[in-house]
């Protein structure tokens, strides 16, 4: 696994960083195997990161481009 480094200028950079990052690696997964799993540390720290990827999801899911789940998945609550 290669990894990068990238200085960001200020926390909430950083939380629109994260939530890219995560969002596009689920996006890639879910395409894949049809799920994702995903887990962080406890606190606070990630809330920010968080609010990102909830508002990113909320995006995706009003794109007619991306339905936001498949209709026939029984673990989707409507």
Request: hydrophobic residues 45%; negative net charge; proline residues 10%.
């Amino acid at each position: 696994m290669h990894h990068e480094f990238e200085a960001l200028p200020d926390p909430d950079a950083v939380a629109r960083a994260g939530a890219a990052f995560v969002a596009e690696r689920a996006r890639d997964a879910v395409a894949a195997s049809g799920s994702f799993h995903f887990a962080v540390s406890g606190g606070h720290t990630p809330w920010a990161m968080f609010a990102e990827l909830a508002a990113e999801i909320s995006e995706a899911e009003t794109s007619p481009a991306e339905p936001s789940a498949r209709p026939s998945d029984p673990d989707v609550q409507p």
